[in-house]
Nanobody, 127 residues
Framework: AVELVESGGGSVQVGGSLRLSCAAS????????MAWFRQVPGKGREGIAA????????YYAESVKGRFTISQDNAENTVYLQMDNLSPDDTAMYYC????????????????????WGQGTQVTVSS
C-alpha cells in the first residue's frame, strides 16, 4: 500500500525555521506531483506548495511565497518543505500529498488533485 510519512514538525518561535520531510513508499509508479497542504481547526486544507517531479517546476501559495521552499530527492523518494521566517499564522497541521496526475497542472494546489495523503505533522509557531 502507498504510504506517505511526514516528519519534522514541532514548535518554533516567530522568525524561526523548520524543515518538513515526506517519505513516499509502496507505489509501483512514479508520483509526478507532490505537494504540501496545511489545515487549522475549522477550516479546509490549504495547498501551499507543490512540485512537478518530472520537470522540477514548483508552485506556491501567495501566503508562503518567498518564505517556503519545496524540493525533492528522487533517489530517496522524499519531498521537503523548508519553512523560514515563520509566523503564528503558519501554525497548522501540515500534510504531504501525492499523485500521478492532477486535473489542474497549471496550479496543482487543490485538494481534489491528490488521492494519496500522509497523516500530518503539527507545526506551532509562538510569539
Amino acid at each position: 500500500a502507498v504510504e506517505l510519512v511526514e516528519s519534522g514538525g514541532g514548535s518554533v518561535q516567530v522568525g524561526g525555521s523548520l524543515r518538513l520531510s515526506c517519505a513516499a513508499s509502496g507505489y509501483s509508479y512514479k508520483f509526478n506531483y507532490m505537494a504540501w497542504f496545511r489545515q487549522v481547526p475549522g477550516k479546509g486544507r490549504e495547498g501551499i506548495a507543490a512540485i512537478d517531479s518530472h520537470g522540477g517546476e514548483t508552485y506556491y501559495a501567495e501566503s508562503v511565497k518567498g518564505r517556503f521552499t519545496i524540493s525533492q530527492d528522487n533517489a530517496e523518494n522524499t519531498v521537503y518543505l523548508q519553512m523560514d521566517n515563520l509566523s503564528p499564522d503558519d501554525t497548522a497541521m501540515y500534510y504531504c500529498a501525492a499523485d500521478r496526475w492532477v486535473r489542474t497542472p497549471s496550479i496543482p494546489l487543490y485538494e481534489y488533485d491528490y488521492n494519496f495523503w500522509g497523516q500530518g505533522t503539527q507545526v506551532t509557531v509562538s510569539s
